[in-house]
């Protein structure tokens, strides 16, 4: 288990009982059930306490937590016959998006996502979830043969923003971006998101443009990190947590402004404790916004898009 900094009372508390049945385990003649369940029971309280209100900047380390289920993770678990498809049938295949088709309870679906990898060969090749113009390409095009072959399309965001790298400059990141989000608006088929860590800037725009957007609950959403946001605004990055409450990207804030459309709920510390449970959780929300849209109209299914993107912050504004 990997600690994140505010958790530090809790990993000391486990860490004991861990200690304590190691112990156990080399002298079977020693008993230490009693001594390792209090602790248990402390640890239990101590993580109770600490998730039962997170403020922004926590929840922006638990969206990036390394043990947080990625993209790959819930195309294993949620999809089926899931065939890869890959390049934007111009420059390259980024590794950053992964998509193709698959079905998602014995519907033919085309799913698409940011995956980040689980280890530092993984991540590398992935580029940390950073996508270039290719991999947005590369959506495009499984987005026109969803709109050809009518198929609805889920995206699985998670990514700190779409990659700045000088070559990604140069072969159009920015136009990519762009033609990846009016790529969105205009298919005809329902198009459903949920982000699963980070929603980084237009590179998870690009992906989010959809008919349904869903957060997991410490998921976090927003035009630029707290990072990025404190260097620009007061020339310093510590000042993060500052940012982070002014950006309103926790996913509480951002179904109360009508920017998503539900919550989907984590397991007690985050979808790292708990990552069936987190995992099943999205199949259910995934289920339930598919059906939502079921039998609708192509011209329904666009015009009620770019309605819902007209319409974002207006609840907020009534209020």
């Given at each position: 288990?990997?600690?994140?900094?505010?958790?530090?009372?809790?990993?000391?508390?486990?860490?004991?009982?861990?200690e304590?049945?190691?112990?156990?385990?080399?002298?079977?003649?020693?008993?230490?059930?009693?001594?390792?369940?209090?602790?248990?029971?402390?640890?239990?309280?101590?993580?109770?306490?600490?998730?039962?209100?997170?403020?922004?900047?926590?929840?922006?380390?638990?969206?990036?937590?390394p043990?947080?289920?990625?993209?790959?993770?819930?195309?294993?678990?949620?999809?089926?016959?899931?065939?890869t498809?890959?390049?934007d049938?111009?420059?390259?295949?980024?590794h950053?998006?992964?998509?193709?088709?698959?079905?998602?309870?014995?519907?033919?679906?085309?799913?698409?996502?940011?995956?980040?990898?689980?280890?530092?060969?993984?991540?590398?090749?992935?580029?940390?979830?950073?996508?270039?113009?290719?991999?947005?390409?590369?959506?495009?095009?499984?987005?026109?043969?969803?709109?050809?072959?009518?198929l609805?399309?889920?995206?699985?965001?998670?990514?700190?923003?779409?990659?700045?790298?000088?070559?990604?400059e140069?072969?159009?990141?920015?136009?990519?971006?762009?033609?990846?989000?009016?790529?969105?608006?205009?298919?005809?088929?329902?198009?459903?998101s949920?982000?699963?860590?980070e929603?980084?800037?237009?590179?998870?725009?690009?992906f989010a443009?959809?008919?349904?957007?869903?957060?997991?609950?410490?998921?976090?959403?927003?035009?630029?990190?707290?990072?990025?946001?404190?260097?620009?605004?007061?020339?310093?990055?510590?000042?993060?947590?500052e940012?982070?409450?002014?950006?309103?990207?926790?996913?509480?804030?951002?179904?109360?402004?009508?920017?998503?459309?539900?919550?989907?709920?984590?397991?007690?510390?985050?979808a790292?404790?708990?990552?069936q449970?987190?995992?099943?959780?999205?199949?259910?929300?995934i289920?339930?916004?598919?059906?939502?849209?079921?039998?609708?109209?192509?011209?329904?299914?666009?015009?009620?898009?770019r309605q819902k993107?007209?319409?974002?912050?207006?609840?907020?504004?009534a209020?």
């Open positions: 288990m990997n600690y994140l900094e505010f958790e530090k009372p809790l990993a000391e508390i486990e860490g004991k009982a861990e304590l049945r190691a112990l156990a385990r080399k002298n079977e003649e020693m008993n230490v059930d009693k001594e390792a369940a209090a602790l248990d029971k402390k640890a239990a309280e101590i993580l109770k306490d600490l998730y039962k209100n997170l403020d922004p900047w926590r929840k922006c380390q638990v969206a990036r937590h043990d947080r289920p990625h993209c790959k993770d819930y195309i294993e678990a949620l999809f089926t016959e899931f065939t498809l890959a390049g049938r111009n420059f390259a295949d980024d950053a998006v992964m998509g193709g088709i698959a079905r998602f309870n014995d519907q033919p679906v085309v799913v698409i996502g940011h995956e980040k990898g689980h280890d530092t060969k993984t991540r590398i090749e992935r580029n940390f979830g950073m996508a270039r113009p290719e991999g947005y390409r590369k959506a495009i095009r499984l987005m026109d043969i969803a709109h050809r072959f009518g609805p399309v889920v995206t699985l965001v998670d990514t700190p923003g779409a990659y700045p790298g000088k070559g990604a140069e072969r159009g990141q920015s136009e990519a971006i762009a033609r990846a989000t009016q790529k969105c608006l205009e298919i005809g088929v329902p198009l459903i949920i982000i699963i860590g929603g980084g800037s237009g590179g998870a725009v690009a443009t959809a008919n349904r957007l869903a957060m997991l609950e410490h998921s976090i959403y927003s035009v630029i990190s707290p990072e990025g946001c404190a260097s620009i605004l007061w020339k310093d990055a510590e000042k993060m947590r940012a982070a409450e002014a950006l309103r990207l926790t996913a509480q804030d951002l179904l109360k402004l009508g920017v998503i459309d539900r919550i989907v709920p984590e397991p007690l510390g985050g790292q404790r708990g990552r449970e987190a995992i099943a959780a999205v199949g259910k929300a289920d339930s916004m598919l059906k939502e849209l079921s039998g609708k109209k192509p011209a329904e299914l666009i015009k009620d898009r993107f007209l319409e974002m912050g207006m609840k907020s504004l209020a």
